[in-house]
């Protein structure tokens, strides 16, 4: 299991306000955690793209509304909520995540859920966003530790990106991903140093990760299927953090 160490306060000069994509999910949300205790005004984004799991929309509000009401420091850093309307994404990706089909993996390794460079339009749009907000970071929970064969996810798909839309936007862009590094386990245990016991409830109770969007089936991890690609990572990495905690 790889280590967390937080050093709450800390921000890249000059750059106090901060745009966090937040897909309603347990890295995102972790990610946000982050994101308030290193920057002075904090907003976020979501992508409405035809996902099979549209429960994560609905998920996000309620995280963010618990959020705000167990941490007042937080709240108070949190400001607008930004939801994008990405249908055509959908209608030309074909996969997995937006039609009823199983989850595969082809000859490369890559999940049928794969839509081809959605970082890559996440973040443009979120450059976008951030430039009329004067929100000059960018923050992601893209992880190439779990990455699972995402090629958008990777650390130097990221900093290319960077620099294209510092380049492309006329002004700095910084693209911040904290848990490029870590594991599933190092996750949680980061909620856990950013937000104690509060924090980890809120994640576990209230963020989605099923690719089937179930929240029918309660876990000591979450709610899901269980048996999906991502409800596996997700109890994995808690079966872990919570053996290396006792
Ligand atoms: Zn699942």
Redesign the pocket.
């Known amino acids: 299991m790889s280590t967390f160490h937080p050093s709450p306060g800390t921000s890249t000069a000059g750059h106090h306000r901060a745009l966090v994509l937040f897909s309603g999910g347990q890295d995102s949300a972790t990610t946000l955690a982050w994101a308030l205790t290193r920057y002075s005004h904090v907003e976020t984004i979501g992508f409405d793209y035809g996902q099979r799991h549209a429960v994560e929309l609905e998920q996000r509000l309620v995280v963010l509304d618990k959020v705000r009401a167990a941490f007042p420091a937080w709240a108070a850093r949190l400001g607008e909520d930004h939801v994008l309307d990405l249908s055509d994404l959908g209608r030309i990706s074909d996969t997995a995540l937006t039609r009823d089909a199983e989850i595969a993996f082809d000859e490369q390794g890559l999940p049928s859920t794969f839509v081809p460079g959605r970082n890559l339009l996440f973040f443009t749009y979120a450059a976008a966003i951030a430039f009329r907000r004067d929100l000059t970071v960018l923050v992601g929970g893209m992880c190439e530790t779990d990455y699972s064969g995402y090629p958008d996810c990777r650390d130097t798909t990221l900093k290319s990106l960077q620099a294209s839309l510092t380049l492309g936007m006329g002004r700095d862009v910084v693209i911040e991903t904290p848990l490029m590094w870590l594991d599933k386990a190092a996750t949680w245990a980061m909620a856990d140093a950013l937000g104690g016991t509060p924090l980890v409830e809120i994640i576990r109770d209230d963020t989605h990760?099923?690719?089937?969007?179930?929240r029918d089936h309660a876990h000591a991890w979450g709610h899901?299927?269980?048996?999906?690609?991502?409800?596996?990572l997700?109890a994995d990495g808690w079966d872990t953090w919570k053996a290396h905690r006792l």
């Open positions: 990760t099923c690719y089937l969007g179930d899901g299927c269980g048996t999906c690609p991502a409800c596996k997700r």
